[in-house]
């Protein structure tokens, strides 16, 4: 019969140098990419240092180093440090407002058919959804969430990578089980809601 088609984690995480750090395929990048995130994680929870005060003090010292840098080169007849034209370009600037246009416009419709439309199943998701959003973040911090992403990035694709059959095979049994509890709630809950 043959095998299963199996599922190409390497294609999904685009095939280049950032699936090879996140399936562990380069280890030195992987490792020295997880040792200076939770670096950095520490740095913020853990030593109560806050991540505005932390990007203006890089940028500062970035522009006294550039600063020095370009006086100084200006004194010994050295060339100025090598930076590119900083310019967005027409064309970049309505690619970005094309796609905010259609994130908005998409907002706005979902909004509309809760409010005017009296989408009450549209309205539920978008309760529970924005609850657990609030729920997640009353129990981390937002430093604390990005590390665990990154944490999630570098441990969920290798585990899927190494198990992709098993983890196939429960996923499928939770989404029949999650099917039919959507289908009892839409019946016996949502069927019965006055719709207008």
């Given at each position: 019969m043959g095998e299963p088609h199996r599922?190409?984690?390497?294609?999904?995480?685009g095939d280049g140098a950032v699936a090879d750090i996140l399936l562990w395929r380069k280890r030195n990048q992987s490792v020295l990419f997880l040792v200076s995130s939770t670096f950095l994680w520490l740095l913020f929870v853990k030593g109560g240092y806050d991540l505005l005060s932390f990007l203006s003090n890089v940028l500062f010292s970035l522009v006294i180093i550039l600063f020095f840098w370009a006086k100084s080169a200006a004194l010994l007849n050295r060339p100025l440090p090598p930076l590119p034209d900083l310019e967005v370009t027409e064309e970049m600037a309505e690619k970005a407002a094309d796609e905010m246009?259609?994130?908005i416009n998409r907002a706005l419709s979902m909004a509309h058919a809760i409010a005017i439309g009296g989408d009450l199943k549209l309205f539920w998701?978008?309760?529970?959804g924005l609850w657990f959003i609030s729920y997640i973040g009353s129990l981390f911090s937002f430093v604390t969430l990005l590390y665990i992403g990154v944490l999630l990035c570098f441990t969920l694709p290798l585990l899927y990578d190494k198990h992709q059959a098993l983890i196939d095979e429960k996923l499928y049994a939770v989404q029949r089980i999650a099917q039919m509890q959507y289908r009892l709630i839409d019946e016996h809950v949502l069927g019965k809601a006055p719709s207008t």
């Open positions: 599922f190409s984690d390497y294609l999904a995480l246009c259609v994130c998701q978008l309760a529970l």
